[in-house]
């Protein structure tokens, strides 16, 4: 079985009637960057770049984190690296001053703790910058939610790149940002959010939390945590569909993405791009390799049309069958 996985490594991932899909890799570390080429990935389309402070407990400063970046940049050789900006919560607060919320998911978390330290954000921006100029990187910032948002990080971005340019320091000027789409407000207003960014990668374990208001990390709501609710599939097929007819690149990066039951169901979408744990790779392409669009499609419409859960799971099992 995994033998059979691994002839497929080297090939492209190119559905029966000839569409091409992206396979990207989702890391937590430089070092994964090795297993992620070894199954064959176009690119990391999401460096979880807050696991440089999990795993120690404070933040790298410029040099360290141009170091993290510039290997993972330079180890995929001009494929393109998406380094997601620190996903920070407010249960991980930074130097021990615990900020206490009574829901973490809702507070001071991602992008917004980044705005709120602005000095820690410039740092790091800086940093992916710099590592720019060893190849193809790309920025990716998490749980935006609102047009002023945007603006202040843009601002943000466009500072980190005067510093550099004051100190002659060499980096992609044309580096392009994108932002997440795991808030329902962002999905929802995605429009003007496509105006001002370059590409959207969607976190569906997000979306699904904060669609479904379901806790991801509570076990006693785990049960309710459904990729397949109606509301769910239609965020993700309206996102995906609006940001393919504006040509803006959209991918996801949640964990759907990595979930070979989900793959064609994603395709029936429009969706061209995944990201995902470099070991569910080729799992994912055997499923695209043996995928047809124009028999996924009008069944993908029915899922989208259909309100009742068991109606949906009975289509999908059509599906992938
Ligand atoms: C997501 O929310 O789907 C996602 C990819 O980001 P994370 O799991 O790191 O929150
Ligand atoms: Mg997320």
Redo the contacts with the bound molecule.
Sequence with gaps: EKRKLLRIRSLNATTLDGTQVELLA?IELPQEIEQARENGAMGVG?F?SEFLYLNRGDLPDEDEQYAAYSAVVKGMRGLPVTIRTF?LGADKSLNNNHRTSTNPALGLRAIRMSLAEPAMFLTQLRAILRASKHGCARILI?MLSSDHEINQTLQMVKLAKQSLLDEKKPFDQNIQIGC?I?IPAAALCLEQFMQKLDFIS??????IQYTLAIDRVDETVAHLFDPLHPAVLWLLARTIRLASKADVPVSV???MAGDSRYTRLLLGMGLQRFSMYPAQLLTVKREILGSHLPNIMPLTQKILRAAESDKIHGLLQKLNS
Excluded: A, H, S, Y
């Excluded at 969607?202 to 979306?207: A, K, R, S, V």
């Design positions: 989702n999401l979880r996903d998490p997440m795991e969607i976190g569906t374990n997000d979306l990066c949640g964990e």
